[in-house]
């Protein structure tokens, strides 16, 4: 089980998850912000753009499935990876910037964000199924993937950051060219990242599938895996916990500190998202090998629901200090990431339990149910967070300050004016529409997150004796 990886591969694999990370935060965390703060629609049509992105989310789950059958098939010269790595990286760029550059208006906007929402989510899958099944192929030794997983992450965290960081300091009163000059920057990095992995890492030789796999076999791959599926439902869940709050960040500044005060705000907050993170992943594998991933689970899921009742009680029963807050933002995000991290694992080690009883091994078909649980969270998330949005009048609110936004993009009126006049309209919020909107942000992860380690607790049992069992047990059959 000692396996050593090449220091090339290594850091090759790990660093390339920097441009694409960043890449994937700019979308996730920004483009509905961008439709909402730059957009004149009405809540009909952001209610279709976003019901859009359901089901183009919902969709984009399946499609990782698919592709992960269309990777197990691939018998380029390159590699089994590589191909894929490079051809989405390059077309998830240039989907990137049309995104964030192409402005018709009205139904015309909602038609062509359909289409390319669509898109960025076909090329992306492209690159992040191939991307991350060649994690579980390096190496099977537990101490390695650990490894492994740790160092990749902290680049993940750094490329989130970069974005998350930087993107509300430079948008309020100047969002539309922002939003674009980010783009064209992110969608760079995207590439250059990936080229570096993809002409950095060495496949192992594998076996040649006789026979190919269909949708059939995908379906009986998932149906006996039981403890996949229980890993796959858990970490669905944990990702709506996970990104509920990302979605609603920058809207829980305008409305607590304003619209031209809160740039900085979200900055520091971000800062506390990248150290909370950064840490978590960095001491993942020490963390590992001293206790058992049940008991780390089981203290994150604790401190999970101390930090989120300490946000829904933030202004009201505690304090409105930004320092409190971002202490608060820690906990969570370090917790956050340190879940993600053991969820992970334990969907990467159903590769092992599935070879071990049926001596198959099928990396990309199983790992995309990471992608899987990520994309179909999102796109709950989406339809949750645009009710929020709606029912609680901040979409309403928000359209006010789009308008001021395109007059600046039109050279009608000053970054300064504007900004002025957007906090008028922050200040219009009601206390009642924004404790809605508080409740909102509190709620739907915790009931996730509950749900989420309840599914691990009852259902999944790959515990790390187990996993030394199934190792050993495929190693004694390989040599009989």
């Not at 191909?83 to 390059?90: F, K, Q, V």
Request: aromatic share 12%; glycine share 8%.
């Amino acid at each position: 089980m000692n396996e050593k990886l090449d220091a090339r591969t290594k850091w090759s694999y790990c660093i390339g998850a920097t441009g694409r990370d960043a890449a994937y935060a700019l979308v996730s965390m920004y483009l509905i912000l961008y439709v909402q703060y730059t957009m004149n629609l009405t809540s009909a049509q952001f209610a279709v753009i976003s019901t859009a992105m359901v089901v183009c989310m919902v969709w984009d789950a399946v499609n990782d499935l698919l592709m992960g059958i269309i990777i197990e098939n691939t018998h380029f010269k390159m590699g089994k990876f590589k191909p894929w790595i490079l051809i989405g990286c390059i077309s998830n760029a240039i989907v990137i910037v049309c995104l964030f550059t192409i402005r018709p208006s009205g139904w015309g906007f909602v038609g062509f964000y359909s289409l390319f929402y669509l898109l960025w989510g076909m090329t992306y899958t492209m690159n992040d199924i191939a991307y991350w099944g060649v994690l579980p192929s390096l190496s099977s030794d537990p101490h390695t993937r650990d490894s492994l997983v740790t160092i990749m992450s902290i680049f993940v965290c750094i490329g989130q950051f970069s974005v998350a960081g930087v993107v509300p300091v430079v948008i309020a009163g100047n969002a539309v060219n922002a939003y674009r000059v980010v783009a064209m920057i992110v969608a760079l990095a995207l590439v250059g990242f990936q080229m570096l992995t993809a002409f950095g890492i060495k496949e192992k030789p594998r076996k040649e599938q006789i026979e190919k796999l269909s949708l059939k076999d995908m379906y009986r791959i998932f149906a006996r895996n039981d403890q996949l599926v229980a890993a796959g439902i858990a970490s669905i869940f944990f990702n709506i916990t996970c990104n509920i709050l990302i979605i609603f960040g920058v809207n829980f500044f305008y409305i607590e500190y304003g619209y031209s005060e809160s740039g900085n705000l979200v900055f520091y907050f971000t800062v506390m998202y990248g150290l909370g993170m950064l840490i978590s992943q960095a001491s993942y594998a020490s963390l590992a090998k001293h206790f058992s991933r049940e008991k780390i689970l089981r203290v994150c899921f604790i401190a999970l629901l101390a930090g989120y009742a300490s946000f829904m009680g933030f202004g009201y029963i505690l304090p409105k200090n930004v320092i409190l807050l971002n202490a608060v933002g820690f906990i969570i995000f370090f917790f956050q990431g340190l879940m993600n991290l053991a969820i992970i694992v334990m969907i990467n080690n159903t590769i092992e339990y599935d070879e071990a009883r049926f001596h198959e091994r099928h990396d990309s078909v199983i790992s995309a149910v990471r992608s899987f649980s990520v994309k179909l969270a999102g796109g709950i998330n989406q339809g949750l967070s645009t009710l929020v949005l709606i029912i609680s009048g901040i979409y309403a609110r928000s359209q006010a300050i789009s308008a001021l936004e395109i007059e600046v993009n039109k050279g009608s009126l000053t970054s300064e004016s504007a900004l002025v006049e957007a906090n008028k309209v922050i200040a219009e919020i009601t206390a009642s529409q924004a404790l809605l909107f508080r409740v909102g942000i509190v709620l739907i992860p915790v009931l996730a997150l509950i749900a989420s380690y309840i599914i691990i607790r009852k259902k999944y049992h790959i515990d790390e004796g187990e996993y030394t069992r199934l190792i050993t047990q495929k190693q004694k059959t390989k040599s009989g």
